[in-house]
């Protein structure tokens, strides 16, 4: 069984950096996508940016390209979310999810990630 496990979310000042980590174990060697996707008070998750497979290169939603950066660790199963430049507008539930099927289309179809982690609050302000 799949198990992800978000870490480094907390409370940051506008202007500042965060990087947050999403441990993975229980998959098999290959899967179509992992992401990092954002939730804000009163909204559906949203993709912030995605991995395909084992050594695909990363997309980002529109809204965060420029300060956002995906990185992984294969080595390890880790992947991270570095964002810099941290707005107010960025306060939000942080979750990485990976898609098994190939069901969410490179993240863009969060119902077709098949497994989630617990997530980690970002909050940013003054």
């Known amino acids: 069984q799949v198990q992800l496990v978000e870490s480094g979310g907390g409370s940051v000042q506008p202007g500042g950096s965060l990087r947050l980590s999403c441990a993975a174990s229980?998959?098999?060697?290959?899967?179509?996508?992992i992401g990092w996707f954002r939730q804000f008070p009163g909204w559906e998750r949203e993709m912030a940016s995605c991995?395909?497979?084992?050594?695909?290169?990363?997309i980002y939603t529109d809204s965060v390209k420029g300060r956002l950066t995906t990185t992984r660790d294969n080595a390890n199963n880790v992947m991270y979310l570095n964002i810099d430049s941290l707005k107010v507008e960025d306060t939000a539930f942080y979750l990485c999810?990976?898609?098994?099927?190939?069901?969410?289309?490179?993240?863009?179809?969060?119902?077709?990630?098949?497994?989630w982690g617990q997530g980690t609050q970002v909050t940013v302000s003054s």
């Open positions: 991995l395909g497979g084992s050594d695909g290169m990363p």
């Open positions: 229980g998959f098999a060697s290959h899967f179509y996508a």
């Open positions: 999810a990976m898609d098994l099927t190939g069901s969410s289309w490179y993240c863009t179809k969060p119902a077709g990630m098949e497994a």
